[in-house]
């Protein structure tokens, strides 16, 4: 399987429980908006959606990765919505059940946000987690 890396996330900490236990991931409009602009871009190259990773990395252990998908892999999980395909990696899974994914833009950065509240801990940055 062939995937391009094409950003980092940033993760926050949330004390409530944003989602049922049962979703895996929800997108906001934000987000959904976001990724179909990223697809557009990348038209006709056989990429079927982003796929969400995690990787050890950082300060406080792990990081979520982006990339472009090509396959779904047997034991990943497939999300749809609003037209869109995420594909979590089945390592990431876990790290993910109940999790929102913003896309977040200001002055000084724009990034995808993963609010979850399965995080015990975060690094200063944001960059990197601990479950």
Known sequence: MSTKTIASATVRAVKKRLLPSRAALVLTSAAVNKVKEIMAKEEGKGYIGLKVG????????????????????????????????????????????????????????????FNNPNIKGTCGCGESFSI
Not at 81 to 103: C, N, P, R, S, Y
């Open 54 to 113: 995690v990787r050890q990395r950082g300060c406080n252990g792990l990081s979520y990765t982006l990339d472009y998908a090509t396959t779904k892999g047997k034991l990943d999980e497939e999300v749809k919505q609003d037209g869109v395909t995420i594909i979590i990696d089945k390592k990431a899974q876990l790290t993910l059940l109940g999790t929102e994914m913003d896309f977040v833009e200001d002055k000084l950065s724009a990034e995808f946000v």
